[in-house]
């Protein structure tokens, strides 16, 4: 079966940083591209950044961009997002996903609160 296991969140004040980390199984980690996306309440979901397969390329919205950083370690079958700076418009459930022959996947969430 295909899982996908986010933890690292938690309760910030503005300006820290975080470290998320999405454990994976179930599939070649290796060979994917990876997103992360998060949702804050009463909205829905938000882009956060993708990474290619092999680490070499990575993608963020203007909102995260500059802050948050992608990376992965395919030995591990893991992925992380390294938050810095955080603002309390970070506010959200933070998801690793993937999408396998079509179908979307995604794991359980981690949340992050920004608040001083």
Known sequence: ???LV??????????DSLRLSCVTS??????EYM???????????????????GGT???APDSVRGRF???????????????????PEDTAVYYCKTN??????RGQGTQVTVSS
């Open 35 to 53: 997103t992360w996306v998060r949702q804050a309440p009463g909205k829905g979901l938000e882009w956060v950044s993708n990474i290619n397969p």
């Open 100 to 105: 396998l022959r079509g179908n979307d996947y």
């Open 57 to 59: 390329s990575t993608s």
């Open 69 to 87: 950083f992608i990376s992965r370690d395919n030995a591990k079958n893991t992925l992380y997002l390294q938050m810095n700076d955080l603002r």
């Open 26 to 31: 179930g599939f070649t980690f290796s060979n």
């Open 6 to 15: 986010e933890s690292g969140g938690g309760l910030v004040q503005p300006g």
């Open 1 to 3: 079966d295909v899982q």
